[in-house]
């Protein structure tokens, strides 16, 4: 008996790690992919413990920490004074067992590739339209017909909009973001995040040498400048080092920048007949915790585990346990991550001394509490597998 065929809507990182997810469990699996290559969008990406153990569970957990740089939280002022460092006792890796690790995106959909055959990827193939009760998928290749429909089609997902037309859908932030990856840099450069006036800017060291820096401040929506490193230098150029030399080593086609946007208020579920969201197109939010791509894998593998090929008849059941499980999580970390970026976009003097001094008190009397915030986050673990 042929196997029961899933199609996956989008080539991310969410994507491809439900396609590898469910081909594991038995599905025949076709990625629909609108793009005509694979050329990952974006620089440096961190994945925090959850997501490693994600990634353990698809089976190239220890394949990626192989080619990143452990990194261990640490805030500064501008001036360059540390706020908030960890701790040789309290680090992330002694409290989860795992660091948070940083490399480059290509890096990371090349695993997940290594995963998926070619041919179960369709290139220059765009979703046109999705049957939620029957999985006839509408393509400009041609129709599919499947039993299973993922719609991991990111931020602006066309199926989210399909399947809860009323939703309110996105809303937009409030700031806007660059991101950069610097060429090899002759000096150990120390991961840390800066907090200006409304402004971050932070610097994450990866395994070849080069350094990721990305940077946030309140904008119009929209609004761009025509050279984005100058803008970059305008803002942060009189911050502390290395941020200005890793500014004046930058190229200005190197800087890519994004407003951001979230889902501020749930979706009621992530299914509607056959079809489920995941990843971005499901729960988008402000990337303030660093949780984006650690959320859509965490997606992929309870999907792959709850969705089991053999009882296409449970499928129903299948998903709205999906749902259950995904929902409200998701629902949690969106709003945390949001209320961790209400601290960075302060303005007013009173209240970046007064964080800033707590931040500091924290350091050096209670150096595990924030630690011990991040429990309900990092602390996740995959479902125990039945396969």
């Known amino acids: 008996?042929?196997?029961?065929?899933?199609?996956?809507?989008?080539?991310?990182?969410?994507?491809?790690?439900?396609?590898?997810?469910?081909?594991?469990?038995?599905?025949?699996?076709?990625?629909?992919e609108r793009a005509a290559a694979l050329e990952p969008v974006g620089a440096g990406l961190a994945l925090a413990p959850n997501g490693l153990r994600a990634l353990d569970a698809l089976g190239i957990g220890d394949a990626v920490r192989a080619h990143a740089v452990p990194q261990e939280m640490g805030i500064r002022s501008p001036g360059g004074r540390w706020l908030l460092r960890s701790s040789t006792e309290q680090t992330v890796r002694t409290r989860f067992g795992d660091p948070i690790i940083l490399l480059p995106r290509a890096q990371l959909v090349d695993a997940l590739l290594s995963l998926v055959p070619d041919q179960a990827i369709a290139l220059s193939t765009e979703v046109t339209s999705v049957a939620f009760d029957t999985a006839r998928v509408a393509t400009t290749a041609g129709d599919l017909d499947a039993g299973l429909v993922v719609a991991a089609d990111g931020i602006g997902s066309a199926a989210r909009a399909a399947m809860f037309p009323d939703h309110p859908g996105l809303r937009y932030a409030g700031f806007t973001t660059w991101r950069l990856l610097t060429g090899p840099v002759a000096d150990a450069v120390q991961m840390a995040e800066t907090w200006g006036r409304g402004t971050v800017f932070g610097v994450m060291p990866l395994a070849d040498g080069r350094v990721y820096c990305y940077a946030a401040a309140p904008a119009a929506p929209g609004a761009h400048s025509d050279d984005e490193l100058a803008e970059l230098v305008r803002r942060f150029g009189g911050w502390h080092e290395p941020i200005p030399s890793l500014l004046a080593g930058a190229t200005s086609s190197a800087v890519l920048r994004h407003d951001v946007a979230e889902l501020a208020r749930p979706l009621p579920s992530f299914h509607r007949g056959r079809v489920v969201l995941l990843g971005d197109a499901a729960h988008p939010m402000t990337p303030n915790l660093g949780q984006g791509a650690c959320q859509a894998l965490e997606d992929a593998v309870v999907l792959s585990e709850l969705a089991d090929a053999a009882d296409g008849e449970a499928l129903p059941s299948a998903l709205a346990s999906y749902t259950a499980a995904r929902l409200p999580r998701t629902t949690d970390v969106v709003r945390w991550s949001r209320r961790a970026g209400r601290m960075t976009t302060w303005t007013?003097?009173?209240?970046?001394?007064?964080?800033?001094?707590?931040?500091w008190v924290l350091?050096?009397?209670?150096?595990?509490?924030?630690?011990?915030?991040l429990d309900p986050i990092y602390d996740w673990h995959p479902p125990e597998t039945g396969r």
Not at 366 to 371: I, N, V
């Open 1 to 32: 008996m042929a196997a029961a065929r899933a199609v996956v809507i989008g080539a991310g990182i969410g994507g491809l790690a439900a396609a590898a997810g469910l081909r594991a469990a038995g599905w025949d699996v076709t990625v629909c």
């Open 348 to 359: 007013s003097r009173p209240a970046i001394a007064a964080r800033d001094t707590t931040a």
């Open 363 to 373: 350091g050096k009397l209670a150096p595990g509490a924030l630690l011990r915030g």
